[in-house]
């Protein structure tokens, strides 16, 4: 039922009233649109850079900060944790302990 007489699909009144706008279009008025995007971004980095991860043989501890782990860690031993030590050389001697102790 149309509000109007009009020829059917070529009436700009009725076109006019089917078009909308995205929410990301209009930030101020849908905050949760931004923060939804920009989560949504970490979590494809954090897929991507999880699936890598697995292809080399290291099996991170878990998905999310997974790109972070990727970047930022200088042993496999950190990646596995998910602890990030920060000194490089101590993180390769607690990688070498390890090891050693599993033996």
Same mark, same amino acid.
Request: proline share 4%; with cysteine.
């Given at each position: 039922? $149309?509000?109007?007489?009009?020829?059917? !699909?070529?009436?700009?009144?009725?076109?006019?009233?089917? *078009?909308?706008? /995205?929410?990301? /279009?209009?930030?101020?008025?849908?905050?949760? =649109?931004?923060?939804?995007? =920009? /989560? !949504? +971004?970490?979590?494809?980095?954090?897929?991507?850079?999880?699936?890598?991860? $697995?292809?080399?043989? *290291?099996?991170?501890? $878990?998905? +999310?900060?997974?790109?972070?782990?990727?970047?930022? =860690?200088?042993?496999?031993? !950190? *990646?596995?944790?998910?602890?990030?030590?920060?000194?490089?050389?101590?993180?390769?001697?607690?990688?070498?302990?390890? +090891?050693?102790? /599993? +033996?």
């Amino acid at each position: 039922m $149309r509000p109007h007489d009009c020829s059917g !699909e070529s009436c700009f009144g009725c076109k006019i009233q089917t *078009i909308s706008f /995205a929410s990301s /279009a209009m930030p101020t008025r849908r905050p949760q =649109a931004a923060q939804t995007n =920009a /989560a !949504e +971004k970490r979590l494809t980095r954090d897929r991507d850079a999880f699936k890598a991860m $697995r292809e080399q043989g *290291i099996q991170p501890a $878990r998905l +999310k900060g997974a790109a972070e782990m990727q970047d930022r =860690a200088s042993t496999k031993h !950190e *990646i596995e944790t998910g602890r990030l030590i920060g000194n490089k050389s101590l993180a390769t001697k607690v990688e070498r302990t390890v +090891k050693e102790l /599993a +033996k």
